[in-house]
Nanobody
Framework: QVQLVESMGGLAQAGGSLRLSCAPSERTFSIGVLGWFRQAPGKEREFVAAIRWNTEYTYYSGSLKGRFTVSRDNAKNTVYLQMNSLEPEDTAVYYC?????????????????WGQGTQVTVSS
């Protein structure tokens, strides 16, 4: 069973930045797509961003593009989510997810494995 190891989230002030990371516990796991989702209290889980491992093609939620950047470090087998200009509305539990054959990265059902989630809190 592959586990996705997420970095700790954290607390930031509005306008600040945080970076999350996610890596599979087994380096032999071949990532097709790694995605980031978030879930705020009382809301459904929503897509944030994703990256195709081999091509580095990226996908973003329209509302977050420009503030969030997803990237990968092939040597470390790790994907990062850089979050800038944070807003209180970004407060949520952030999840990374990985799949080998993900056709629609924006949808949750295509992913094989999920991280445990990490809390990001943005204060005004």
């Amino acid at each position: 069973q592959v586990q996705l190891v997420e970095s700790m989230g954290g607390l930031a002030q509005a306008g600040g930045s945080l970076r999350l990371s996610c890596a599979p516990s087994e380096r032999t796991f071949s990532i097709g797509v790694l995605g980031w989702f978030r879930q705020a209290p009382g809301k459904e889980r929503e897509f944030v961003a994703a990256i195709r491992w081999n091509t580095e093609y990226t996908y973003y939620s329209g509302s977050l593009k420009g503030r969030f950047t997803v990237s990968r470090d092939n040597a470390k087998n790790t994907v990062y989510l850089q979050m800038n200009s944070l807003e209180p509305e970004d407060t949520a539990v952030y999840y990374c997810a990985a799949g080998q054959n993900v056709l629609l990265p924006q949808r949750t059902e295509g992913y094989d494995y999920w991280g445990q989630g990490t809390q990001v809190t943005v204060s005004s």
